[in-house]
């Protein structure tokens, strides 16, 4: 399958720091990728759609000034959490998919807010 | 009624077994259909994709979708303590997004 590459896998900050992750692509080209957060034991959650060279769509309830996403070529999307408090603790995973809808996920980052 | 429903289980089989999952979808979701594995602290991981009525198989693997009835399943033979995870379920809704079931949590016993 296709290789989407996600960096870094944890963080650990303080209150109020920014934490910036990466996704890219590795063997295609993602004019979209999206992002999605994880609560333990709970399923995935879409975030927001990252869309090449324009805005990101973001799903209902999440902040648009506090999770920036940028997609500035086709192999790579960032997600910055901005400010991070505790309650952003989760696991923040990327997908990209190169054909026919089928999405392929980085590894996934684990944040934890102190 | 969510568009993707899963049984999040635990659904426990002892090895050797035939592991029966089973995903039932809402008319907002379209006919493609995506079956991921994802193990504890670890992102999902596609095992299959199906788009046609009927069976497809890969290995251990057959997954299975029946239009009429709107349900998806997988079904894994000779189960291993190894696939012992969180199986999601995903079909594409109207908005051509990839909607996610709540996910199977199953245990192969040895």
């Known amino acids: 399958g296709a290789v989407v590459s996600q960096h870094p896998s944890r963080v650990i900050c303080k209150s109020g720091t920014s934490v910036k992750i990466e996704c890219r692509s590795l063997d295609f080209q993602a004019t979209t990728m999206f992002w999605y957060r994880q609560f333990p034991k709970q399923s995935l959650m879409l975030m927001a759609t990252?869309?090449?060279?324009?805005?990101?769509?973001?799903e209902q309830g999440v902040e648009k000034d506090k999770f920036l996403i940028n997609h500035a070529s086709l192999t790579l999307s960032t997600l910055t959490v901005t400010s991070a408090h505790p309650e952003d603790s989760s696991f923040y995973i990327c997908s990209a998919s190169p054909e026919r809808n089928i999405q392929y996920f980085g590894a996934g980052t684990r944040l934890s807010v102190l | 009624q969510k568009e993707v429903e899963q049984n999040s289980g635990p659904l426990s089989v002892p090895e050797g077994a035939i592991a029966s999952l089973n995903c039932t979808y809402s008319?907002?979701?379209?006919?493609?259909f995506f079956w991921y594995r994802q193990y504890s602290g670890k992102s999902p991981e596609l095992i299959m994709s199906i788009y046609s009525n009927g069976d497809k198989e890969d290995g251990r693997f057959t997954a299975q979708l029946n239009k009429a009835s709107q349900y998806v399943s997988l079904l894994i033979r000779d189960s291993q303590p190894s696939d012992s995870a969180t199986y999601l379920c995903a079909g594409l809704n109207a908005g051509n997004m990839l909607t996610f079931g709540g996910g199977t949590r199953l245990m192969v016993k040895p």
């Open positions: 990252s869309n090449e060279g324009s805005k990101a769509t973001y």
């Open positions: 008319d907002r979701v379209s006919q493609s």
